[in-house]
């Protein structure tokens, strides 16, 4: 990197499963991020049209470092599962710790090695209709009707596993979530928007997926929205607490353990650095 412009900024291309994000290790190197440069980034990488930018910082708390995640639109999201196991390779990399600890905006979350993949134990979901948020009290976030809904859909199930999740399970065919997932995201019901799921139970303890990700659309994998995925199928008894998460991207596998802190092991890449002058976006 050029230290002596600090206009030049080295940032790297990742995928966690095909989820795609721009990199920035803002530990030394401070950027100032906020929306219109996220939104600028994305137009420069019109052919690396990136899920999320994550941007890394020196830590808080006690942890390893500290995780911001920032939606291809250039809102801030509170997590990203996939986007976590690409940096804590990093970190892990660079400590040559056996596990360490990756801290977001309200979690602090332990990661480490499991043969050539990465685990995270992104902790307990919450079910309460406040905690997700929902925009009005429901009483069982295990089945909601949506209404008005621009198809016919079954119930979902809401869930936020450090960002709210509606997840969809069909027992045929599912519907062209590209079609309704805008609509959804947006819905009334959610207080703070939603990430969406289209979810079908392919085999025992098999579940193949479709995401709308908030702020992003469209996207190949989903970290979060595998462990919420896995955590409503169980409680919907469609599942154990052990399942495999099958995107279009590729797949994850999900524990949701006894003392129901959720564990997510999958795979990871670091594809290239590019330099980038921050004064001709």
Not at 80 to 92: D, E, F, P, S
Not at 190 to 207: G, L, Q, T
């Amino acid at each position: 990197m050029n230290s002596e412009n600090k206009n030049i900024q080295e940032f790297y291309k990742m995928n966690g499963a095909g989820n795609t994000f721009l990199f920035h290790d803002s530990r030394n190197n401070t950027i100032n991020m906020n929306q219109d440069l996220v939104l600028n980034l994305g137009s420069y990488f019109k052919e690396y049209s990136f899920d999320q930018f994550i941007q890394l910082m020196k830590p808080k708390r006690n942890g390893d470092g500290h995780i911001k995640f920032w939606n291809a639109d250039g809102t801030e999201s509170g997590m990203c599962g996939n986007a976590l196991r690409c940096v804590g390779h990093i970190i892990l990399e660079e400590t040559k710790k056996e596990k360490i600890i990756l801290e977001t905006i309200d979690k602090d979350i332990e990661c480490w090695r499991n043969d050539n993949e990465i685990s995270v134990n992104i902790g307990k979901p919450k079910l309460d209709w406040s905690e997700i948020p929902l925009s009005r009290k429901v009483d069982d976030t295990l089945s909601i009707n949506l209404d008005p809904s621009p198809i016919e859909l079954p119930n979902f199930t809401a869930i936020n596993v450090g960002n709210p999740h509606a997840v969809f399970f069909f027992n045929k065919n599912r519907p062209e979530l590209e079609e309704v997932g805008s609509i959804i995201e947006n819905h009334e019901i959610f207080a703070e928007k939603v990430n969406v799921s289209f979810a079908k139970i392919s085999h025992e303890n098999h579940i193949q997926v479709n995401v709308w990700e908030r702020g992003t659309g469209i996207t190949k994998a989903c970290g979060s929205a595998a462990c919420a995925i896995a955590v409503a199928a169980h409680k919907l008894n469609l599942a154990g607490r052990k399942v495999l998460v099958s995107f279009s991207g590729g797949d994850l596998k999900i524990v949701w353990k006894e003392d129901n802190d959720i564990v997510m092991t999958g795979p990871y890449e670091i594809e290239e650095a590019v330099e980038i002058n921050l004064m001709e976006l």
